[in-house]
């Protein structure tokens, strides 16, 4: 595995001169907002569809990476994620096959816009999007290459257990409150899978409240109804294993060293995994001082603390779309 050794690096929201329009696409009754950068005054060498983190994040939380990648002469796609800025829809209802499918028309509405005709499609996945990236490249065959930022190969079940556990040693929780906090744990993803247990897991949270385990889980904060339940039963059963193994386009994926949502070595060791059994051909990149997303030290919604990125992360990425993007490559069949 090749490391880069990263300290500091301030991203520069703004390209030089980056040509930008809105436009809309739509996944069923959902209209999705979004935004086509493209170079101006050059023609792209490839386009890339940008996918989102979890929660509700507008196109603005990826907009900073666009004008990156335009910077470095790539056209990108960036959206309002259902149910948040001008989208239609609700992103707390939504399904992975929602978000797959939101993501799907988004590279046929990028691969349609004459400024990339004849030239590659591919994704841009970070963090939650991790997961179902590969599932848009098994089904989409304009998609191209796939770029994996902190994100998939581990299952849901097993970084939400990680991020949880970092929460609950973060508060000093131990002993008996710790066995209980598991014992929670079980219980909420038993719910997730199967429906069964809400009223006795919500007892149990309501007992909870105030106490360090409880304010650590805070899962009253997530916890979906019986109604859209079922929307939400894949981050307790989730397998990306499937997907991954079926890839058979270039993969690039990014990880931080310092990364405290997601258990890095864990979901690289399942990444290798599953590619080593597909046809892609894989580039991995740990960035040691890193963290999620590939930022480095402390950043606020507020602007308080800029976002900082990993050295040597724009120019990893846009050097290897540019290698993937010169590649001979069968066309996409139907």
């Known amino acids: 595995m090749a490391f880069s050794f990263a300290w500091v690096f301030l991203l520069v929201a703004a390209a030089a001169n980056p040509s930008e329009r809105a436009l809309s696409f739509s996944n069923g009754a959902v209209v999705l907002s979004a935004s086509f950068l493209c170079p101006r005054g050059a023609s792209p060498f490839a386009g890339i569809v940008l996918l989102h983190g979890s929660g509700p994040q507008t196109r603005e939380w990826l907009l900073p990476i666009a004008r990156g990648l335009v910077d470095g002469g790539a056209a990108a796609l960036v959206f309002d994620k259902r149910g948040t800025g001008r989208s239609t829809g609700a992103w707390l209802s939504a399904s992975l096959e929602d978000l797959a499918g939101d993501a799907t028309q988004g590279v046929r509405t990028l691969a349609s816009q004459p400024e990339l005709k004849g030239k590659p499609v591919g994704v ?89 385990w409880g304010e650590a889980l805070d899962l009253g904060r997530v916890l979906p109804s019986a109604e859209v339940r079922g929307n939400w039963a894949w981050v307790a059963t989730f397998d990306p294993q499937p997907s991954i193994e079926r890839l058979h386009i270039p993969v690039l994926l990014l990880f931080g060293g310092r990364d405290k949502q997601l258990p890095t070595e864990l979901s690289l060791e399942r990444w290798k995994a599953g590619l080593a059994r597909s046809e892609a051909q894989a580039t991995v990149r740990v960035f040691a001082e890193a963290g999620h997303g590939l930022t480095l030290g402390e950043h606020h919604r507020d602007g308080s603390h800029p976002l900082r990125y990993a050295v040597g992360y724009f120019e990893t990425l846009t050097a290897w779309l540019r290698e993937v993007a010169n590649q001979k490559q069968a066309p996409p069949s139907d």
């Open 124 to 212: 841009y996945a970070i963090s939650q999007s991790g997961w179902y990236a590969p599932l848009v490249a098994m089904r989409e065959p304009g998609v191209r290459f796939l770029t994996v930022v902190t994100g998939g190969g581990a299952t849901p079940r097993e970084v939400e257990w990680f991020g949880y556990e970092q929460a609950l040693r973060g508060r000093g929780v131990s002993g008996k409150d710790l066995a209980k906090a598991h014992q929670v744990l079980r219980s909420y993803f038993e719910y997730l899978a199967t429906g069964k247990g809400f009223t006795e897991l919500s007892r149990a949270l309501d007992e909870g409240k105030g106490s360090p």
